[in-house]
């Protein structure tokens, strides 16, 4: 099997019975790494953390990893790069996106979250989790629009523990189920088009309502 981005995210769950068979332990450090560098760089937020977190609870109920301190580290990861991200929002946020022709660093990607702050407030923190992209922008955000952190970690914890231990438990729970083990890939898709719905969501009503006071004008 070819290693490549799109084979990785539809085979995860093998890649993770080689990791959890060649690193032993060590694939708590490497999960805790991902998790991490998904919420807390963002320039990572491409990883596949909703369909990962299925797995590692699926793995988990096999045998393979212990499913307690698999949810306590990644929760853990997830609280430290949501602080790591708001820090670095906080202290260096306006000069890392001051170029609009930058690839890594892409204003559209500030906009949208900018825009889910503008409807959500505060509880954008805990509501971003279960939305890719924005959940590693939107700690950032935080950080940029001085969001003060006693409240800004009160929302990361409580989001964190909704999508690392809702994700992990499911995944224990149902991941190994003979039709969705067997149709894991389709459920991995499933869960990237469900994750990316709402953004893209509001993505189209917000250019939609954008081009509406140009027609009305006219």
């Known amino acids: ?13 093998v890649y993770l019975d080689m990791l959890v068979t060649n690193y032993g332990t060590w694939i ?5 790494m991902v998790i991490f560098c998904e919420t807390g760089l963002v320039v990572m937020p491409f990883l596949p953390g909703d369909s990962l977190l299925f797995i590692a609870g699926a793995v988990a109920a096999g045998g393979g990893m212990d499913p307690v301190l698999l949810g306590g580290l990644l929760m853990l990861a997830a609280i430290l790069g949501d602080s790591t991200n708001y820090l670095i929002g906080r202290t260096a946020g306006e000069k890392l996106f001051s170029n609009p022709d930058s690839k890594i660093f892409r204003r559209d ?4 979250t900018h825009d889910f702050y503008d409807k959500h407030g505060g509880k954008t923190v805990t509501l971003a989790r279960f939305l890719p992209i924005i ?14 952190y006693p409240r800004f970690f009160a929302f990361s914890v409580l989001g964190t523990i909704l999508w690392v231990g809702g994700l992990v438990t499911l995944g224990f729970f149902f991941g190994n189920v003979p039709f969705i083990k067997q149709n ?5 898709v499933g ?8 953004m893209i969501i509001s993505v189209v009503r917000s250019r939609l ?10």
């Open 209 to 218: 309502g954008g081009s509406n006071p140009k027609a009305e004008s006219r």
């Open 184 to 188: 894991l890939s389709l459920l991995v």
């Open 1 to 13: 099997m070819d290693f490549n981005p799109i084979d990785l995210i539809l085979h995860l769950d």
């Open 28 to 32: 708590y450090a490497i999960l805790f």
């Open 191 to 198: 869960i990237i088009l469900l994750s990316l719905l709402p």
């Open 109 to 112: 990607y500030l906009q949208q």
């Open 135 to 148: 959940r590693t922008f939107a700690p950032f955000v935080a950080g940029v629009g001085k969001m003060p």
